[in-house]
């Protein structure tokens, strides 16, 4: 995005996050997230009870191209070793377009759509016992701002080659009982800005998942055959009406990992 103002959360010295509103145009949410050096993963463990479980016993849906890569997939690096930053937005929109589109909205209907995304960083941080929520709020979400979209942003020097994956762990709570809550969730990834390749689950895929039967989780994503430098996790409600709090849960944007049971 391009010079964009927008509500910036960066790590303080004593690791609390700040957060400040420009007085400005609005135009996203840009978060700088926690890093290590390689990525590594953390959490994910068999008895974990607040996290997404590591194991390979985890519901998968990664595309290569047209084709599902068979088996259940283990997140070996985390996006969280190269820096990137995590944007909030909507429609698909990136770049320049999405701050088109949000310079265009009123301050409140802006604020109301970062909000929708609680703890950005976790989204990234490498820890899969922690998580960004996506909530679904009535009245926010309709024919002008048509999904709640989490972009992981990549410094250009980190571009990831052919090859790599863009997969989002995700898990859904308890209380998620109808599929008509989703209308659909697509992950696509992007060069500059530029459409590279996209997966779009919708709400028979998502049952597949086992979403909607009561706690679920899930690798979602896409194992790439063109570079990019971000990727984005798109949730389009089915139902307009209904507040849905953490409606997914982020925990983290894998680049590497390996595949079990296919």
């Not at 820890?127 to 942003?153: K, R």
Request: with cysteine; aromatic share 4%.
């Amino acid at each position: 995005m391009s010079n964009p103002s927008h509500l910036i959360a960066a790590p303080t010295s004593a690791g609390r996050w700040r957060r400040a509103l420009s007085a400005a145009a609005i135009g996203g949410l840009t978060i700088l997230a926690g890093c290590d050096s390689v990525g590594a993963v953390s959490g994910g463990a068999a008895d974990s009870t607040a996290g997404l479980i590591n194991d390979g016993t985890v519901q998968t849906r990664i595309v290569e191209g047209t084709q599902t890569v068979p088996g259940n997939f283990i997140c070996s690096q985390s996006a969280s070793g190269d820096a990137p930053t995590v944007v909030v937005g909507t429609n698909g929109l990136v770049g320049g377009l999405l701050t088109d589109l949000l310079n265009s909205l009123g301050l409140g209907v802006v604020t109301s759509l970062v909000n929708s995304v609680s703890n950005p960083p976790f989204a990234v941080d490498g820890n899969l016992d922690n998580f960004a929520g996506v909530t679904l709020t009535a009245g926010l979400l309709g024919p002008v701002i048509t999904s709640v979209d989490t972009t992981v942003v990549l410094p250009t020097r980190s571009t990831m080659q052919p090859g790599k994956y863009a997969v989002f762990a995700v898990s859904f709570p308890s209380t998620l009982v109808n599929l008509s809550v989703f209308n659909r969730i697509t992950v696509s990834t992007y060069l500059e800005n530029v459409l590279q390749e996209t997966q779009t689950l919708n709400q028979t895929g998502l049952g597949l998942l086992g979403v909607g039967v009561g706690p679920s989780s899930a690798f979602i994503g896409v194992r790439t055959t063109r570079p990019f430098n971000s990727a984005t996790l798109s949730v389009v409600p089915g139902v307009l009406t209904a507040n849905v709090i953490n409606a997914v849960r982020i925990h983290d944007f894998c680049i590497d990992g390996r595949f079990v049971g296919g």
